[in-house]
Each structure stands twice: as structure tokens, then as C-alpha cells.
């Protein structure tokens, strides 16, 4: 499945199959949604989780403001930041202002990086999301995706991108290669090993992705955050 976004740009599968279920999936109004947002708020909080931040590639200005309604309504009772998708950029700044007027933090840009032909592309994003003092984070749960992200940030602080700040995000598969590329670009790996279970299938169907998985001693030798 292959979904194309206005630009007619390919989003990738993982996106193209979220977007295409909630289009199937029956509307939610806006009593509901504040009344689930209490309820969980409620459970996180009994659970003694006093802030969160929503890292959602799809967030965009409009998204923003659901959470700032929500917040200053104390549906969400949690100090919150929320990052916004690396496609909404030329929303930031009145994401940004929405974002303050709640006491938010906005966090960052959030990107889906899916192949080598965007290196260039995502690259100018890097520069911009920094220029707006956002730092940048990039889902990399996959080697590509892994390698489209670090070739980005190489080039785009290869051509004065600033005190950029980089996230990777989960770092599930990381070839002996890249340890020393993510140490070099100053990069935090924002790890996720629940994954090691719910992808379980996969990983042992791939035995020979398994020295890659998951490394976390080798990134703390690294001295990699």
C-alpha cells in the first residue's frame, strides 16, 4: 500500500495504513474525546505519571490545539509537551503560540524518514525545524529508516545546520557502522524495548538482524545518550 500525501509525495506504508483505518473508522466527537482524555489522564496520574510528551508525526497546528483545549480544561491534568510533524513546519510558529498560551511545551519536529531519495528533502527540514529552535526527532525502528536519518543529519550539519539537536527514535536495528555515525552526529537514542516482545515474530524470523537489536550496552560504551 503506497498513500500519496497533497504534494503527491509517497507517505510511506506505516503511514499510508494508519491513514487509511482511520478513514474506516467511525467519528469521534469532541464530548467523546475529552471524556477519554480524563479518563486516561486519570489512570496515568494514579499511576504517578506527572508529565508526557506526545511525539506524533501527524500532530500539526490543529492537532495542537485539541491538546491545548484539553489542557487548559483539565481534561489532561499532566504537564505536557507534544512535538509536531516534520510536514507542519510552516504551522510551527502558530503551533508554537497555541502551544505557549496552554503551557505546553512544543518539543520538537517529529519525521518519518522511509528512503535515500529524501536525504536531500529532509535534510533543508533538519535546517529549518532548527532554525525555529526545534529540536529534531526521527522514527527509526528499521535499518533504512535508520540510514535516511543519519545521512540527513550528516548533511545538514555538514552545511551549518547549527546546534542541532537530534533524537532517534526506538534505534530497534543498528549496524556496527552506525554507532560511531549516531556518536558523531550527537544524537540521543530515545530507545523502546517493549518492542523486542511485540515484534518478537519478526526479529526471530530475521536471526541474523538479532546482534543489531536492541543496543543498549553498546551504546552506553558509546557514550551515546
Known sequence: LVV????????????????????????????????????????????????????????????????????????IAQRMGAMIGGTYLDCAPKASEIARSAGIRLAGAKFLPYGQDEVAALAREIRRANSLGLDCAFHATEVEELDTALAAVEAALGDGAGEARIRIEHGGLIPPDDVARIKQSGAWVVTNPGFVYYRGAKYAAEPGLLPYLYRLKTLREAGIP
Open 4 to 75: 500519496r500525501n497533497g504534494a503527491g509525495k509517497p507517505t510511506g506504508l506505516v503511514a499510508g495504513m494508519e491513514e487509511l483505518i482511520t478513514s474506516r473508522l467511525p467519528l469521534v466527537t469532541a464530548a467523546e474525546i475529552e471524556a477519554r482524555a480524563r479518563i486516561l489522564s486519570r489512570e496515568l496520574a494514579a499511576a504517578g505519571i506527572t508529565a508526557f510528551t506526545d511525539t506524533t508525526a501527524r500532530n500539526d497546528a490543529g492537532q495542537i490545539e485539541l491538546f491545548a483545549k484539553l489542557v487548559t480544561s483539565r481534561a
